[in-house]
């Protein structure tokens, strides 16, 4: 386990930490050994949960000190007034109590009253903000959210990751020297004011309504069942009812910038190939663990593709309709050794597994409008690239206009039976709450092998994608203060 591992599973919030210099004995002393609070309250809250039953239940009013009598209340009184602090309190105490609160606030006829902008201050072209954007991304976890690295800087030539000469090594990659003379980088301080003006502060959905969604429904021609219609149909109209205020821009890989409301939560992508917003929403705090609609709203409601502008474009919404399509998927190439034999495991079924290191896969041609993007190809094995069980896959000869296409092992955060590969044009960790942008999933069941034919295998859509030509983003201009 490497330092910044370790320290997240104390719980600590590695991307908001700033680590330049440390070794990985330093993040490694960092974290400890001692349990976290995280790990300490799941304990507390598993240990009440079981003795529930077992504690007494009291129907007091009133506290101890009440039940301990005026002598104890005046005991501490006279302490109280014997020290300083005692009695500058009982006197600030007197003060507020003889003078009124309007008397004591002074000045207010010198305040001055005047609109907050909330809108747009300044005007930026889409493409300037993509190529700043990219040029002060981060390209090194040492890096944080706001420094630049003065060291070398390298880039793999197969999935595109980055790192510094001091953190790279692990994955292995296929590292090229990055050239920082042809490809000048900028100060993210800089590009962050520089996005906060080209943006607005306040948003919100406009026209949004239960009829809209009904008609979206109809437009589709899919079924729903009518109980899981209902509650997507609540959980959307709670996100585009409320306003979404800005709340800060995050340098990753892309950048991206967040809005939040009570309700929902909105991301600004800056994708250099596919700008686009995505809207999430939030269930309800009442609404089970396990509750279908906490599932459901993993996945975004909406989403907006950048078009002529930052808010520009037409709004998507992905109904709660999955869709299983049969594809076709087979093994070319040479074999290779597998990732468990790659590690040295020695059982029999391990120590001489081999897979293909390219899959052939194809889609019905009746089934190809149903997907976002065409996952026919052939995909390269990067096993030296990191990512769950060294099974990144890209797509061949792709559309260079379009992001790369990743085929890559998702395992799922508690449910080992939903294990599954899923296409996907982003191949990063993602934390707690965040979730990936998936064209579609495969069955769980399927693996990589040396099977020689052409297999075939369920592929499942988890939405139904459908514009909304009447959805406009609205923009609130100004605020009174």
Not at 3 to 25: F, K, Y
Not at 125 to 134: E, F, I, R, T
Not at 243 to 260: C, D, G, H, S, T
Not at 276 to 285: M, T
Request: charged share 30%.
């Amino acid at each position: 386990m490497v330092g910044l591992e370790a320290l997240s599973m104390q719980g600590l919030p590695v991307d908001e930490l700033l680590l330049t210099r440390e070794t990985e004995d330093n993040l490694a002393d960092l974290a400890g050994n001692a349990m976290s609070t995280t790990v300490v309250g799941a304990c507390i809250l598993s240990a009440l949960v079981v003795g529930k039953r077992l504690i007494k239940g009291g129907n007091d009013v009133e506290s101890y000190e009440a039940k301990a009598g005026d002598d104890a209340r005046s005991v501490h009184s006279d302490e109280a007034d014997q020290s300083d602090d005692g009695a500058a309190k009982n006197i600030n105490s007197t003060i507020e109590a003889l003078v009124p609160i309007d008397d004591r606030v002074v000045g207010e006829d010198q305040l001055l009253r005047k609109p907050l902008d909330l809108s747009i201050t300044s005007k930026r072209s889409l493409p300037d903000l993509l190529l700043h954007a990219s040029k002060s991304a981060r390209l090194c976890e040492c890096e944080g959210r706001e420094t630049m690295t003065t060291r070398v800087l390298y880039q793999c030539t197969d999935c595109g990751a980055s790192s510094c000469q001091k953190c790279g090594g692990r994955p292995e990659h296929k590292m090229k020297l990055f050239d920082v003379t042809a490809t000048p980088r900028l100060s993210p301080l800089t590009f962050a004011k520089e996005l906060k003006s080209a943006l607005p502060m306040c948003i919100s959905l406009s026209q949004v309504t239960q009829q809209t969604l009904d008609e979206l429904k109809d437009a589709a021609a899919v079924e729903i069942p009518e109980k899981r219609w209902k509650v997507w149909s609540e959980a959307v109209l709670r996100a585009t009812n409320s306003e979404l205020r800005f709340v800060e821009p995050k340098r990753q890989e892309n950048w991206a910038v967040v809005y939040e409301s009570p309700t929902a939560s909105l991301e600004l992508l800056l994708h250099p190939q596919q700008p686009e917003w995505r809207l999430h929403g939030k269930p309800k705090e009442s609404d089970p663990a396990n509750a279908e609609i906490r599932q459901l709203l993993e996945l975004p409601i909406a989403r907006l593709a950048c078009v002529g502008g930052v808010l520009g474009g037409r709004w998507e919404f992905a109904l709660p309709y999955s869709t299983s399509i049969s594809i076709t998927i087979e093994g070319v190439g040479d074999l290779v050794p597998s990732w468990e034999a790659r590690l040295g495991l020695v059982g029999e079924e391990f120590k001489d597994r081999v897979v293909y290191d390219q899959l052939k896969i194809a889609v019905p041609d009746e089934e190809v409008d149903k997907f976002d993007r065409d996952i026919s190809g052939v995909y390269s094995l990067l096993d030296k690239c990191g990512t769950a069980n060294s099974a990144l896959h890209r797509k061949i000869d792709d559309d260079h206009s379009l992001p790369p296409l990743f085929l890559l092992l998702d395992p799922h955060r508690c449910r080992d039976s939903e294990d599954g590969f899923v296409f996907s044009i982003s191949k990063r960790r993602y934390e707690y709450g965040e979730s990936r942008p998936v064209i579609c999933k495969l069955d769980p069941k399927w693996r990589q092998s040396d099977y020689s034919g052409v297999k075939k295998v369920t592929c499942s859509l988890p939405c139904k994608w459908i514009q909304a030509r009447a959805i406009k983003l609205k923009v609130r201009s100004a605020a009174s203060i």
